[in-house]
């Protein structure tokens, strides 16, 4: 089953809506207009089309659950009107220009509701409605972009008119609905559906090396050092800060102070694991902060301590003095406990930075949830949190676990990290070209082993005629739902497909040199663990901007704006990160990553000379931008500027245009706040969507002063509309005209 996008794009229209020109302002003051604006009437029923699992399949199905089966903490996901969707997206935009007065204006999650959420009447109205059918409502978030509820599989029944049943898949039970929901059509305008009614549940992005790392007291030293008795190469808190520069900032006193992290989790931790590596390594002495939103579950074991162990640890690891909040959150018969935990941050605006590193692809989640990911990543954005999520540990091929051999799902990248509104971390491998010295120290039992940064290419650990035939490698990819965001422009390298693409950026995440990590009590043992996958990519980068924060002096809200400025202002040819033989210069914010790829075993591309995805010169799908300098991304951070434009299209005559014959074009390329004309090349589509994709080139222009005054003879026959799509400067980020010019050429 492929997702629709249909419930999806009430989330992902273009972030230069021709509507913004004419209403945001208005709309950003008016009250609220209600949308329910007729009686409910079960008698009358819309379905929620593309939300049935893709896994709750015939052959798995063994029969009805129990009517009497508790469903608790369900989300019923809140729809804002295209007017809202419009003035919010106006705002992410205005609060990243410096020209705005809404420059750096985050909102708080009640000033998020009052403005961009539902009517208190249309509110009321759904929640009526649920407690009419039995259910109990615990709560409208403050953003009103969910309502959690609580009930049993028959209130299920009765109110979405779908039946629960249990499904066992790979010998594991889950619980699911069997058909698409269905709720009275009145509700539609404001009711996108239940974000899961189902427990198939994310997967933590992370890979476990085999091999321990002892401890052992080593002569000179008061605390016990790793060890690696094979030899093998492993990564320290000192070591990072050597690879990747950060420690001219350290220095500089920029830690991460005054800066919270909130670490999205389902299973608590002993936080006497990361106290004790802390104490380790030398780093301060403030441990997290677990922070339970609704039971405890208690220690999951297994990946599930690790990956909370993990983003708990090397987040506060990078940002040294920052402080750290792990919100763990039971899982239910309905709703994933990871999507609980980033709900309870978001509404309690608990994060300057937000950390998650849990995965599910595009092809495997409903409608509902791609809608919920992306309204609640939005919400975020406003209110100035930087969100950072895994890219994923199975290479192009996100749907596939790390526990099989060949792949044999589609090509297709995490639905988390595919919103426009968070940074996707991806994963690079150091390639030591077998010159170790170069890089690492004699000695493996020293706290720094590191001597300067090590070449990174694309990260790939898949084999198939190996010891170990497995899958991982960096996820990375073309969103098949979610159009391209304007600030993912600037590099020529970009793909022109339309769409968002993965990751932003990467880091380290090859077992070839794992991170360390004291874990369920190792270190007691006198032991480390070593550990690597996009899990470990993802908080280590909330460390990192958990020093922006620090040196700009408050929250910087979605980072992409920004970075994707910095990388179009490299010189990318000093740049190659992936050079054996020159390091990147010193004053280059991103290592460009322009070797290998993320192709894995099962798939057609592998082992081919064109495999999905390669490195490559500038923005590629297997590392994004590449890794960062971490100096100097933080000394460049106020150095670029984001600035929104707005296309505005006329074409003369309209009507009666006998084919071939000239039509007037008039376009104007103005910023969306302050001054300064546009410059570059401004293109016209016909019938494309109103995010420019899937449309026909039918001509293109050079702006001159900001504007176009040309003619066209190439307009195609019939009755069509023209959209003008404005490509972007190294000033102003891409735009385009309400696709609304419609003519009729005879």
Known sequence: MRPSPALFLQFSVPLFSLLILTCSALSQQSPVQPLVIQAVDEAHLTTLHGNTHPLALARYDQGAAPLSLPLQRMLLVLKRSAAQESALRQLLDEQQDKSSSDYHQWLTPDQFGKRFGPADSDVQAVTSWLQTHGFQIARVSKGRTVIEFSGT???????????????????????ANASDPQIPTAL??????????????????????????????????????????????FLSPGDYAVIYGINPVYTAGIQGANVTIAVVGRSNINPGDVQQFRHMFGLPSAGPQVIFNGPDPGDLGGNEEAEAVLDTTWSGAVGQTASVDLVVSASTDTTDGVDLSELYVVDNNLGDVMTESFGVCEAAVTSTQLAGFSALAEQAAAQGITYLVSSGDTGSAGCDNLGEITASGPVSVSALASTPFNVAVGGTIFNENGHDSSYWSSSTSAPVTALNYIPENVWNESCVSCVSPNIAAGGGGASSVVPKPYWQSGLSSIPQDGFRDLPDVSLTSAIHDPYLLCLAGSCNQGFLVGIGGTSAAAPSFAGIMALVNQKVGGRVGLANYVLYKLAAAENLSQCNGSSTSTAPASTCVFNDV??????????????????????????????GLGSVQVSNLVNKWNSVAFRPSNTTLTLSPLTN?????????????????????ATGAVSLLSNASATATGGQLVDGFTLTGGTVAATTHLLPGGTNTITAHYAGDPAFAPSNSAPGAGYRQS
Do not use: C
């Open 153 to 175: 599989a028959a209130m299920v029944t009765d109110a979405f008119h779908t039946a629960i049943h249990k499904y066992v898949v790979n010998r594991e039970e889950h619980w």
């Open 188 to 233: 539609s305008p404001v009711v996108a559906g239940v974000w899961t009614l189902h427990n198939f549940l994310k997967k933590p992005n992370l890979v476990m090396t085999s091999e321990h790392f002892p401890l052992e007291q080593v002569p000179g030293s008061q605390k016990p050092l790793a060890t690696s008795p094979s030899g093998h190469h």
């Open 594 to 623: 322009t070797v290998g790829n993320n192709a894995v075993p099962g798939e057609a591309s592998y082992g081919t000379n064109s495999p999905q995805f390669n490195g490559g010169v500038g923005y590629d799908l297997a590392t």
């Open 657 to 677: 245009i006998p084919h071939g014959s000239a039509v007037a074009v008039g376009i104007t390329v103005a910023p969306q706040s302050g001054t300064g004309p």
